[in-house]
């Protein structure tokens, strides 16, 4: 089916847009799967540049009007791509869609939708599904005599048992505020269910008083109270690799992190993955609490985009929707460890290294009544700012539940 799409979209792009010539892809740094698109945008006839992720947030919207703007740029799509489709910086990708049908099946549709804005596709995926999963080290969890939590009570139960062995229960890069994001995320989802979030998004700033929120962010409080995170997490980084290489080495039991960590723990921790030392299950589930406890949250995929100021408007169009789907890109992505955005790729997984873990992700997606994207994406720039702020004030402690939930809501 990837081949069919691969020769189906070398038809090209739409008649009139000009621009055949090179062109310039930016992306988020990342070790693994850099090569990856590194090959396939210079196979296309463009180059790659990466960045870190907080650092290229910044980049791209200050690069994004003016002559310093790439062609082709990664993003989350969600109220990110949205800030600049409302101010006609993008280029409106369902045209290209419409006339290949075949492109467009070969996404699962729920992933494609993450860059629908107003009926419009503005993005393809260029990345695997992302969902954030609870990580686990079996090794430090057998000498503990542990298993893997399934309900929040069992997770409170662990953080006490971890910190009784001297070992910290759970690792957390508290330098970025994203990391922090993906527990307050999961326990409002899984304590109000999936439309407090949605209302906050759509109908505004006043949606943060919903009295879900306010639990969501107790609990938070209570795992800083009990120790769930150490001492030092305000020190620890991510993109540093500071967080993995603490949960990876023991020196923590848990990590709640996006299904990238695999990926991660493979190129920089091979031995730790490939004898079966990483482990890994869906977030507890919160009794009582409204949310479905299927739903998951983290990137629905990552997308390349295209500016409308491109000079290359063809070849940008061309390499979307060409090598995006192509055969060997996507196995390469597959042999890397993620898990592709494409329909019908279970079966493929299956038949490759780390089946175990990237057919369990596939299994996790397609199940998922909800894929809730994360906020600091699906929130506009300014709003996910403000959020990510006053969340890391509340795992630092100089803010309260009540404090959050009262500046967010002033908006």
């Given amino acids: 089916m990837v081949a069919a799409v691969a020769a189906c979209g070398t038809s090209g792009p739409t008649a009139g847009s000009g621009g055949g010539g090179p062109f310039k892809v930016w992306a988020l740094q990342d070790k693994a799967l850099n090569p990856v698109e590194k090959s396939s945008a210079e196979g296309a006839g463009g180059t790659l540049e990466t960045f870190g992720n907080d650092p290229y947030k910044q980049k791209l919207r200050v690069a994004i009007g003016s002559p310093n703007?790439?062609?082709?740029?990664?993003?989350?799509?969600?109220?990110?791509?949205?800030?600049?489709?409302?101010?006609?910086?993008?280029?409106?990708?369902?045209?290209?869609?419409?006339?290949?049908?075949?492109?467009?099946?070969?996404?699962?549709p729920s992933v494609l939708d993450g860059a629908k804005i107003d009926g419009k596709y503005y993005g393809l995926p260029m990345r695997g599904m992302q969902p954030v999963i609870l990580f686990y080290n079996k090794d430090v969890f057998t000498a503990a005599g542990a298993?893997?939590?399934?309900?929040?009570?069992?997770?409170?139960?662990?953080?006490?048992?971890?910190?009784?062995?001297?070992?910290?229960?759970?690792?957390?890069?508290?330098?970025?505020?994203w990391t922090e994001l993906m527990w307050i995320e999961y326990l409002l989802d899984r304590q109000g269910g999936s439309d407090v979030f949605k209302n906050i998004r759509d109908k505004g700033p006043a949606g943060w008083k919903d009295p879900a929120v306010l639990q969501a962010a107790t609990k938070v409080k209570e795992l800083v109270d009990r120790g769930a995170f150490g001492t030092n997490y305000a020190s620890v980084g991510y993109d540093a690799g500071g967080a993995s290489t603490i949960f990876s080495q023991g020196k923590a039991a848990m990590h709640l992190m996006g299904s990238w960590e695999y990926t991660n723990q493979l190129q920089e921790s091979p031995d730790f993955v490939k004898n079966g030392k990483l482990g890994w299950v869906a977030f507890p589930t919160l009794p009582g609490g409204k949310g479905d406890a299927g739903t998951v949250v983290g990137n629905v995929s990552n997308f390349y985009s295209i500016t409308k100021s491109s000079k290359s408007i063809d070849a940008a169009k061309k390499f979307v929707s060409t090598a995006l789907n192509d055969e060997k890109y996507v196995q390469s992505l597959i042999d890397a460890g993620d898990v592709p955005a494409v329909a019908?790729?279970?079966?493929?997984?299956?038949?490759?290294?780390?089946?175990?873990?990237t057919t369990w992700i596939y299994d996790q997606v397609e199940k998922a009544k909800t894929f809730q994207l994360s906020w600091d994406q699906d929130l506009t720039a300014d709003q996910a700012t403000k959020m990510l702020t006053q969340l890391q004030e509340l795992f630092l402690g100089k803010q309260t539940p009540q404090g959050f939930v009262d500046a967010l809501a002033a908006g």
């Fill in 147 to 177: 298993t893997p939590p399934s309900t929040w009570d069992d997770l409170l139960a662990l953080v006490d048992k971890f910190k009784g062995a001297g070992v910290q229960p759970i690792a957390l890069a508290g330098t970025q505020a």
């Fill in 344 to 357: 019908g790729a279970k079966e493929k997984l299956a038949k490759a290294a780390n089946s175990e873990y």
């Fill in 69 to 108: 703007a790439p062609d082709v740029f990664f993003n989350w799509g969600g109220g990110n791509l949205k800030e600049y489709v409302d101010a006609d910086k993008v280029v409106d990708l369902t045209p290209v869609l419409d006339e290949n049908k075949a492109l467009k099946d070969a996404f699962l």
